[in-house]
């Protein structure tokens, strides 16, 4: 398996859906260097997971981008879109009970485009409050 491309568009985002699953997208993200990203099924839900550990050290985040992701994270949680356990990083990012397959996707491809720097995606994805 290839690393993910980045930015990744959002159907190429895996679904670890299951332990072996889980385990197999992480061990592979690890192997590569690279920020780990999955969706997983939770029922009818889906939740979005992204570890920056996976990258290793030379991976960093700068604290814009952080607080970028705990500000649309947080919009996410009181829109009630997510529920309110979800994880704000800076180095583990989670978020329970996303209504469909494909916003999990959407989310999980703009949650990878900003751990890279780039906040376009996840500002289209979570538009900011004015």
Not at 3 to 30: E, K, N, W
């Amino acid at each position: 398996m290839q690393p993910l491309p980045v930015p990744c568009p959002a159907h190429l985002i895996p679904d670890a859906s299951g332990t072996a699953a889980f385990h197999q997208a992480y061990r592979q993200a690890m192997a590569h260097g690279a920020v780990f990203i999955a969706i997983e099924s939770d029922g009818p839900r889906w939740t979005v997971k992204a570890d920056t550990l996976t990258a290793g050290s030379g991976h960093s985040v700068d604290d814009t981008v952080n607080d970028a992701m705990r500000a649309a994270i947080t919009r996410l949680v009181h829109n009630r879109e997510v529920d309110a356990d979800a994880y704000t990083g800076p180095i583990y990012f989670m978020m329970h009970s996303v209504t469909s397959q494909e916003r999990a996707r959407e989310l999980a491809a703009a949650l990878h485009a900003a751990l890279h720097g780039d906040l376009a995606p996840l500002n289209r994805a979570v538009p900011p409050t004015s």
